[in-house]
Every structure is written in C-alpha cells, then in structure tokens.
C-alpha cells in the first residue's frame, strides 16, 4: 500500500487549474523529484500533501499514523530563538510534564547533533545554510516518515548542498523534493515527476532518461496540434460556405466543428521561454582586469583578500566559488573597483562598459512596478538601438502584460530573478557581473542563460554555487580558500575539484563540549581537597536544564496569554481550575530548575577553576 497518495485532485486559484485531476503516490524510502516550470503550482502539491491547504476536488489519503513534515522554500525571515528551542519547537506545543520535557530535549540533541549543529546558536545570527539546516532539523526531529522539501539548496554554498546531499541519502523515510540544481538530482532522486499545465506526468526513470522521454514526448505532441489546428481550419473554411454546412445531412458536421473549437479553447498551451539577448557595444581592451599581490579587508578583522594577483583578458569567463560568507561578493566589488584595496595594485582595461546582476536584488524597488523598474519610468527603451514598448520587451521575459503594470512585492523570487535579468540585459555591456544568478530559475530558464553566457563575447564573471552551471560556463575558477587566500583553477566546479582534491564538504567544527573534557580530565587529574567534584552524570543534567527551562517558560507564557483572554473565563470550569494548577506547577518546576542549575553551575566553575 502506498505512503500517501492523491485521487483526482483539482484546486486552482481564479485562472487554469494549478492541479487538473491528479493522481500520485509515494512508496516507502522513495525519493522523488517533482520538476516543473516557475509558477506551475509545485509548492502548492506540496502543501496539499502537508495538510496546509485543502483540494477544491478529489481526496488525499495517508497510510495510518503517518508523519509527514515539510520544509518550505524561504525561511521565514520573522523566526527567532535558539536553535534547540526552534528544533524542539518542532515536535508540536509542550509537555505537560518534566519527564515529557526531558524526551523531547533529547531528541532534540539527537538531531541537532545529526545535523552538525550548536544547540545555544541564536538562529537570527546564523548564516542562510546554517538557518536552513536549523529548518531541516526541525521537520526531522519528529522522525517523519515523508519529508517534503521545497527547493532545498536555495542560498546553499557548495559544501552545504554537498553534506546535505550525503544527509539525505541516509534519510531512511520517504523523500519528495523540488530542485532546480541538476546535480542535487541526479545524485538523489530513485524517480522523476513533472508537473505541466495541470497535469501530473510519472516518467518513473532518473533525470537523463527523463529529458529524452519528454522531448520525444513534446514532439509527437507538436505532430498531433499541428494536425488538429490545419482539421480545424479546414472546417473553418468549409463551414463559411454557408448553405451547404446548413443543409441537414451536413448538421453532424457542423456539430463536430463546435466539438472541435471547445477542444481548441480548452487547451492548455506550453509556457512559453524567455527571450535572452544581450545588446552588442565596442569590444573592450584585450585586458580587463589585472590585479597584482592585492589585500582587502574589514577592520579590526582578517583580511578577506591577502596578496591576491589574477590577470583577467577579453572573452574570458570566469567563476568566483566560496563558503557563504566567504567574502565572494567583496571579491566582486574590488575586482570592479567599487571598493578600494588597503595594499597592492589594481589595473581595469579600456572601454569597459559592465553590467551588474545583483544576488541581494537590491536594484529592485519594492513599492514600482515592474515596467517601471526595468524603464525607470519610460515607455520604451532603447534596444540594440531601435526603441521598444517596455510592455513587449517584458513579454520576452513571460511577464503578461498585467504583472508588467503590477508592484514588485507581488513577484515571486524566480519571475524577481527573470525581472533582474530583463533589467540587465537592458545595458549594453562588455562586462557581464552576475552574483548568484541562478537562485530560483526554473531549468530550462538556467539552460537557455547558459546558452547565452556561452554565446556571450564580452567578459564574464560569475559567482554561483550551481556546479553544473559553472561546469558549463566558465574557463576559469577563482575559489575563497580561507585566511584570505584566493586560488586560481583552469576550468570548471568539477576541474577545481580534480586539481586541488577538495571534493568533500567543509566540516563544521564542533567544539568538544564541557562532559567530554571534565569526564578525560578526571581521569586524568587526581581529586583536590577541599574542591566540589562534578560526575559526568551531572554535567549532562546540566546542559540540559536550560532547554527544560526554555519548554516551561514556553508553556507558562502560553497558559498566560490564554487567561488574559475574555473567552478564557467562559470554559468549563475544571478546565479553567486545571490550568490555574498547571501554571502553579510550573512555577514551582521553574523555581527548581533555576536552583538545581545555580548548584550545579557552580560546581562546574569549581572544577573549571582545577582544570
């Protein structure tokens, strides 16, 4: 029996059906890919299966007792806390008992550990892959058994995908996942599902098999249209005639005709492609960029940049690969010259004419519209010289002409990331500059910008962590490597790897915690007099008293918040009764706690002070 499935589901929100009488399942420890163009309605099958919305049609069945959990594509920007206390958060609202209390902290550690996470980190302060194993923490500490994920690698470095990777291929549940990065699926997915003008398509097959099944698959579907669109109007034509399509024995006819133009209107066309196109400008000089024992950094920090040389040429291109946080972005901007190097030299060729895509989108403004941010308030712009409507030349990007006269803050991040483009492209430029271009693309939009960059006869320098794009693109390889460090690589992603061995991921680094030195110092160490001791037992209670602490307050400010209100006082009196009592015992437990971790603190500051 399946995991979960979906019967003749349909839900739509005002225009064509996102999910056209659907029908899938999920087997137990599959992983599958579910690909589709931006805007297809991917995130929304996916909340359906989470339980977050609920079809217009059709049901959705689960095995008995299943657990499912979804992690979501943005993380939410609003969430604070410590990273235990959001894990925890994650096993539903608390405990009603110490003994309950201390269960879920420690599967909580369980899983943080798993995941190579510091439990006391403060989320907010944490970088975009640190947040998104926090989030990925969360939806597994409840061991479900399916794990929807939604574009898991978005504003991951490379070694973050990488680990992530190895994670998941050790997940023993059932996985569902959507990706625009080639490599994540390949390596990943038992089984590849697409989602197309409503319709879900099982080519039950890995990711090459399924590009050759759906191009065969395209072109027999272009045969058949062709054929029905020259029947239709060839009837077109014959029904025009007039007396003879209204003579009875040609009724039946004309009756197909109508069945023929319903069929037509009731087709859902193939979404269309963007229309890439740089505009040509005067070619620059043969160099572009040379840099000679160049140092950059922030003070009172490390440098970022130390003694960095590089000689960039004309036509070369070139990608810019590092941990997030590395410092890839600054790299960028000294290499342009917007920031000012604190020691050596730094030479720009002539007749460069750059243009800047911005990973931040920090170019775009929120509150204008789209044609407003690409025309900067004109009608038209100029393109290869000749003017065009800015309405036209947004429809090459697959913006209608509605989202073209719609706010920014509407968009979606991949049609911000296509619109980002469009702006782009807009410059003529012999200096393309594109950081993080790919975060939310759909494939075939990161195919057809490939095929342009590869096109492309100016200079190109590019930051991403898509392998498989960098692999395609760029000649050259510029990779952060730590203590202000930048090596230098002939070719791609996978030419860096073969050259310098670095194909495993970064480790994180924990520190050893307090238990496992205290426990090899007592060995080690014989006792003082005078001098509390502390057992290994005791320090493990103690760091686990402050996640207890943090459940309790978490319930008692609850329970507070429920008795400020009106309706409060309207329930049943016994449940009214038994929370008074609960709140007291909270208390109480809280009172405890703070003690017992005030003694326990206090003698592990006495063996600190040994040791």
């Not at 979960?4 to 599958?32: A, K, S, T």
């Not at 095995?63 to 979804?70: D, I, K, P, T, Y």
């Not at 960029?289 to 940049?305: F, L, M, R, T």
């Not at 209100?565 to 909270?586: C, Q, S």
């Amino acid at each position: 029996m399946a995991l979960i499935g979906m019967h003749d589901v349909c839900i739509g929100f005002g225009g064509p059906l996102l999910l056209d009488h659907v029908n899938f399942h999920m087997e137990r420890r599959e992983r599958v890919c579910l690909l589709g163009r931006n805007g297809t309605g991917k995130s929304t099958l996916m909340r359906l299966l989470n339980g977050d919305l609920a079809p217009d049609d059709g049901e959705i069945v689960y095995q008995q007792g299943l657990r499912v959990s979804f992690l979501p594509q943005e993380v939410p920007q609003e969430m604070t806390g410590t990273v235990l206390g959001i894990v925890v958060a994650g096993l539903g609202g608390p405990q009603t008992a110490l003994s309950g209390a201390r269960t879920r902290l420690n599967l909580a550690e369980r899983t943080i550990s798993r995941m190579e996470l510091e439990p006391g980190e403060r989320f907010e302060t944490l970088s975009t892959g640190l947040k998104r194993r926090t989030m990925l923490a969360r939806g597994l500490v409840s061991e479900p058994d399916v794990l929807l994920l939604d574009e898991p690698t978005n504003h991951l470095d490379i070694d973050a995908i990488a680990w992530m990777e190895e994670f998941l291929l050790r997940f023993e549940g059932t996985l569902l996942f959507v990706t625009h990065d080639r490599r994540f699926l390949k390596k990943l997915a038992t089984r590849t599902v697409e989602l197309d003008r409503g319709r879900l398509i099982d080519w039950s097959c890995d990711y090459e098999t399924f590009l050759m099944r759906r191009q065969a698959a395209l072109a027999t579907e272009a045969v058949h249209r062709e054929r029905f669109d020259d029947k239709l109007a060839r009837e077109e034509v014959w029904v025009r005639q007039g007396i003879k399509a209204r003579r009875t024995r040609n009724e039946g006819r004309v009756r197909e005709l109508e069945k023929l133009r319903e069929a037509r209107r009731a087709r859902r066309e193939l979404i269309g492609s963007v229309r890439l196109k740089t505009q040509d400008t005067a070619n620059s000089g043969k160099l572009v960029i040379e840099a000679e024992g160049v140092s950059y950094g922030y003070s009172g920090q490390k440098p970022i940049i130390d003694d960095f040389s590089t000689v960039i040429m004309r036509s070369d291109k070139t990608g810019i690969i590092g941990p997030n946080g590395s410092g890839k972005t600054t790299l960028l901007r000294v290499l342009l010259g917007d920031l000012s190097p604190e020691r050596g030299v730094l030479k720009h060729g002539v007749n460069l004419e750059p243009a800047y895509f911005d990973q931040l989108r920090a170019q775009l403004d929120e509150n204008k519209s789209v044609a407003e941010n690409v025309g900067d308030g004109n009608d038209t712009i100029l393109f290869d010289g000749k003017p065009r409507h800015i309405i036209g030349y947004l429809n090459d990007f697959l913006f209608s002409p509605e989202q073209a006269r719609s706010p920014v803050s509407t968009l979606s991040g991949g049609e911000r990331n296509r619109l980002l483009l469009a702006r782009l492209f807009t410059k003529p430029s012999n200096l393309l500059v594109l950081d993080e271009p790919t975060n939310d693309l759909d494939m075939e939009t990161l195919e057809l910008l490939e095929n342009l960059l590869l096109d492309y006869q100016g200079t190109l320098l590019l930051v991403s962590h898509d392998r498989t794009f960098l692999n395609n693109v760029v000649t050259s390889t510029l990779v952060l490597e730590g203590e202000g460090k930048v090596g230098e690589y002939v070719g791609g992603y996978d030419d860096w790897v073969r050259q310098s061995g670095s194909d495993k991921p970064v480790k994180t680094g924990k520190a050893p915690d307090l238990a496992e030195k205290a426990e090899k110092a007592e060995k080690q160490r014989p006792k003082r007099e005078g001098r509390q001791t502390i057992s290994f037992k005791e320090l493990r209670e103690l760091e686990d008293i402050p996640g207890i602490i943090e459940l309790l307050e978490a319930e008692r400010n609850e329970l507070y918040r429920s008795m400020s209100e009106p309706a409060f006082y309207r329930k049943d009196g016994a449940e009214i009764a038994t929370a008074k009592v609960r709140l007291t015992t909270i208390e109480q437990e809280l009172d405890q706690a703070y003690q017992r971790w005030d003694v326990l603190d206090m003698k592990a500051r006495d063996v600190a002070t040994v040791l």
